[in-house]
């Protein structure tokens, strides 16, 4: 079992940056390519970013490539997501999971069902 807890949500006016923190516990967190999804009113929840076990691969979604970083501190278990320039699209429920054996660059790999453990989700609204 993993358990993950997001942190880091809230309220931000477009243009501005929040940092989306998700601390690991349980399992090898190093075990384990680490993915951030997000799920706005109405719509299905989708890939944002992700970082392998290493932190030597990352990917992003074409909305957020340029202004969301991907990060991982493998010392303290935990994986970062830095988002710069938002924009009131960003508004969504941020959510990271954990996946074994999650090639980075697999198609399958931003699909939800490869993730394995899921955070509870944390709010960010980005105000026009």
């Known amino acids: 079992q993993v358990q993950l807890v997001e942190s880091g949500g809230g309220l931000v006016q477009a243009g501005g940056s929040l940092r989306l923190s998700c601390a690991a516990s349980?399992?090898?967190?190093?075990?384990?390519?680490m993915g951030w999804f997000r799920q706005a009113p109405g719509k299905e929840r989708e890939f944002v970013a992700l970082?392998?076990?290493?932190?030597?691969?990352?990917r992003y979604a074409d909305s957020v490539r340029g202004r969301f970083t991907i990060s991982r501190d493998n010392a303290k278990n935990t994986v970062y997501l830095q988002g710069n320039s938002l924009k009131p699209d960003d508004t969504a429920v941020y959510y990271c999971?954990?996946?074994?054996?999650?090639?980075?660059?697999?198609?399958?790999?931003?699909?939800?069902?490869?993730?394995?453990?899921w955070g509870q989700g944390t709010q960010v609204t980005v105000s026009s």
């Open positions: 970082i392998n076990y290493s932190a030597t691969s990352t």
């Open positions: 349980g399992h090898t967190f190093t075990n384990y390519t």
């Open positions: 999971a954990a996946g074994l054996n999650v090639r980075p660059y697999a198609t399958r790999s931003v699909y939800t069902n490869e993730y394995s453990y």
